[in-house]
């Protein structure tokens, strides 16, 4: 099969690899879609993965077509989402099924081959089937998707709240999304590109000033900077949940821990995604956003190009000559 291999920091290689075969507990999925995620460009070009060589890509959904020793024949042929994370299963987070906390997981596309190819192994418990009505395209959004949900959750938001997001890329649109559909009583979304602006409309939501003030702020970004402006526009006794993966060291300094002591505001990370194979985890619950109607994602897809289209992309999103959203290579 066709696969991009990272060999080594900035050397990424389409190439003929071995296809491969699922294990126990294990399906093997054909590849349909998969998003590129702006981890991928920091695993490709800075930071390296785990191991190398290893093909990454973590935002993919496809077809089982072959189900390993003990995984449940009734998969195959069936449409499918993808959960990367593989928990260890006996940690204490583990054990209490918070399983996007485990001290000891694998990965798909960062510690385990993933998805930039035309077949990958899957545990057969990090599946999620798809209704008809969800294009594979939309569900290899699933997974950023389900990081938003949990941001979203994990604020406590009710219709009473006022919400700020700071950030428009992908994980921001899709909680400016989420918080739309929960029907938020006011969503002031920051935007600084006119793409972001358009998706935005697209919501019949119009982009906020910066001045606003607001119950819950979701910072998006991760930066010094936009973590003081998110502390500066949280409303007293207010959240400000911290979403964005941080690009740099950062500090806090005393008048903004002041602010914090004296408006009694409460701070709290949010990490990755809930899945439990149970209708109240965080995929789940955006499956049935999907399946009714409430959320259309598919407007953040700027760019699609075909697996061997994938350095396209990356050279996109690394030197950001033009605007994009969700770059997404799709395998027909």
């Not at 920091?42 to 290893?54: C, E, F, I, S």
């Not at 969800?134 to 997974?143: I, K, P, R, W």
Request: glycine share 10%.
């Amino acid at each position: 099969m066709w696969a991009w291999v990272l060999h080594d920091i900035g050397d990424i290689r389409y190439e003929e690899v071995d296809k491969p075969l699922p294990e126990s507990g294990e399906v093997l999925v054909e590849v349909k879609a998969c998003g590129i995620c702006g981890s991928d460009i920091q695993r490709v070009y800075k930071d390296g993965a785990h191991r190398m060589p290893l093909i990454i890509g973590h935002e993919f959904a496809g077809r089982v077509c072959e189900a390993g020793d003990d995984a449940d024949n009734g998969w195959v042929g069936k449409r499918v989402g993808v959960y990367p994370l593989i928990p260890c299963g006996e940690c204490d987070p583990c054990k209490m099924k918070q399983y996007e906390m485990c001290r000891s997981y694998d990965y798909l596309g960062s510690r385990s081959n993933g998805g930039f190819a035309e077949y990958v192994c899957v545990p057969v418990n990090n599946l999620i089937e798809l209704p008809e009505n969800v294009s594979y395209e939309t569900a290899a959004m699933l997974e950023p998707m389900a990081v938003a949900m949990h941001a979203v959750m994990r604020s406590g938001m009710t219709s009473w709240n006022t919400c700020k997001v700071i950030g428009m890329g992908t994980i921001g649109f899709f909680v400016t999304m989420l918080l739309d559909a929960y029907s938020a009583r006011a969503i002031y979304p920051v935007c600084n590109k006119e793409r972001q602006r358009e998706i935005v409309r697209s919501l019949f939501l119009e982009p906020a000033s910066g001045e606003e003030k607001a119950d819950i702020v979701f910072e998006c970004v991760g930066s010094e900077e936009v973590l003081r402006f998110a502390v500066d526009s949280a409303n007293p006794g207010g959240h400000v949940a911290l979403v964005g993966n941080p690009k740099t060291d950062m500090s806090l300094q005393r008048d903004l821990y002041w602010k914090i002591l004296r408006n009694q505001l409460t701070l709290h990370g949010t990490w990755n995604s809930s899945f439990k194979g149970e209708e109240n985890d965080d995929w789940h619950k955006v499956i049935g956003l999907l399946e009714r109607g409430m959320i259309e994602p598919d407007i953040v897809i700027s760019h699609r190009f075909p697996l061997k289209g994938l350095e396209d992309g990356l050279i996109i999103m690394r030197d950001r000559k033009e605007e994009y959203g969700k770059i997404m290579l799709v395998n027909d």
